[in-house]
């Protein structure tokens, strides 16, 4: 499975540096992502790519980190951390100006060599936190 992680790789770093080949290389056309941060799931490659330009268009200077990976069948296992400055609009908050971290793990099943489904789960309100969207709770 080392061959997987290094795809499973690419497909975090590529697209963030405006190599959106990989995503046509490396997804299925029937790819599906489950972000609980989205209404819908992710369709295709043309979704995902949707997804990256989305979030790129807000933070222009995304990079991530791969803290830890592991495969084991046909699953790769990512935890991650993204960083960039809050540059465009994104949820309908307006550019802060702000850097923000977040971090979150993906799960990856792949058939055939491509990517077939993503499982996302992110630090959305961390996020939102760091925008000042939303208030940090009061301590008790």
């Known amino acids: 499975m080392t061959d997987a992680k290094q795809i499973v790789r690419l497909l975090f770093e590529e697209p963030w540096k405006g190599n959106m080949d990989v ?26 790519r949707g997804q990256v330009e989305k979030y790129l268009a807000a933070f222009p200077d995304t990079r991530f980190t791969i803290d830890d990976q592991f495969a084991e069948g046909d699953r790769v296992a990512t935890r991650w ?3 960039g400055t ?11 100006g702000k850097e923000v971290t977040v ?14 489904e993503d499982w996302i789960t992110w630090d959305a309100l961390g996020m939102l936190v760091q925008l000042g969207a939303v208030p940090t709770a009061a301590r008790a």
Do not use: C, M, N, W
């Open 86 to 96: 809050h540059q465009g609009e994104i949820g309908g908050i307006s550019p802060t």
């Open 103 to 116: 971090t979150g793990l993906t799960f990856t099943q792949f058939d055939g060599g491509k990517v077939i």
């Open 81 to 83: 951390t993204a960083r």
């Open 23 to 48: 995503i046509d290389e490396y997804l299925a056309p029937g790819y599906t992502g489950h972000d609980p941060s989205e209404p819908e799931a992710i369709r295709g490659p043309e979704g995902f």
